[in-house]
Nanobody, 124 residues
Framework: QVQLVESGGGLVQAGGSLRLSCAASGRTFSILTMGWFRQAPGKEREFVATIDWSGGSTSYADSVKGRFTVSRDNAKNTVYLQMNSLKPEDTAVYSC?????????????????WGQGTQVTVSS
């Protein structure tokens, strides 16, 4: 089993920045890919970013490309999501997910473990 705990969410004004963290514990050696997803009220969960755990390859949703950066610290078993130039439409619950199979995935169905999520609210 892998446990994931997100932190760093909060309330920020449009144009501001936040950095989310996702700390993994348990069978972390089984993690090959980490992803960030978000879900706004009344909307389906959507892909935000993903990173390969070993090589650092990344992929982003078009809506966040150029504003968000995903990174990882293998020694700390932690993945980060740096969010800059935030917009009100970025408001959502952000969750991290871990995948134990190789390859980056943008669909939530490709992930095996999920955190509880952290709320990000961007005011206009």
């Amino acid at each position: 089993q892998v446990q994931l705990v997100e932190s760093g969410g909060g309330l920020v004004q449009a144009g501001g920045s936040l950095r989310l963290s996702c700390a993994a514990s348990g069978r972390t050696f089984s993690i090959l890919t980490m992803g960030w997803f978000r879900q706004a009220p009344g909307k389906e969960r959507e892909f935000v970013a993903t990173i390969d755990w070993s090589g650092g390859s990344t992929s982003y949703a078009d809506s966040v490309k150029g504003r968000f950066t995903v990174s990882r610290d293998n020694a700390k078993n932690t993945v980060y999501l740096q969010m800059n130039s935030l917009k009100p439409e970025d408001t959502a619950v952000y969750s991290c997910a871990a995948r134990t199979s190789p390859g980056l995935r943008v669909g939530p169905g490709g992930y095996d473990y999920w955190g509880q999520g952290t709320q990000v609210t961007v005011s206009s």
